[in-house]
């Protein structure tokens, strides 16, 4: 996708704050932290919301996990705790679409979200 800023992000084009990168996904410092750590880990290739996720691309999602808890382990948060979250469509709070997850953490967090 030529005009999507996460899609640059994932090919070099633009650089992000990158903490966390494997051959299918990318992580980077979120760039208006709501929390003292505030990362987005997103697959590389594009994926525009939660629902587009389908059998072929499922996988994706176990390994936006799989790279949420070693980015939370390397900031030091993956013992006292943390939070991920994925936004999906305009109602969800999602303002990107190219699929994300947040991980936040060290604050302790509030629930229900607003
Ligand atoms: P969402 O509202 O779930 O779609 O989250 C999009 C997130 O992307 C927001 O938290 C933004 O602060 C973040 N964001 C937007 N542009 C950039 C950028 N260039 N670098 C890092 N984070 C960004
Ligand atoms: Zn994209």
Not at 24 to 33: I, S
Not at 83 to 90: D, F, G, L, M, P
Request: hydrophobic fraction near 40%; aromatic fraction near 6%.
């Amino acid at each position: 996708m030529t005009d999507c800023i996460f899609c640059k992000m994932a090919s070099g084009e633009i650089t992000p704050d990158t903490i966390y990168e494997d051959d299918d996904v990318l992580a980077f410092r979120d760039l208006h932290p709501q929390a003292p750590t505030h990362v987005l880990v997103i697959p590389k290739r594009h994926v525009s919301t939660l629902n587009d996720l389908d059998a072929d691309s499922a996988g994706l999602a176990g390994k936006l996990l799989l790279a949420a808890a070693k980015v939370a382990d390397r900031e030091g948060i993956a013992e006292q705790g943390y939070r991920t979250v994925i936004n999906c469509n305009t109602a969800g709070g999602q303002t990107v679409f190219h699929l994300h997850l947040h991980l936040l953490g060290g604050r302790p967090m509030h629930w229900p979200p607003g």
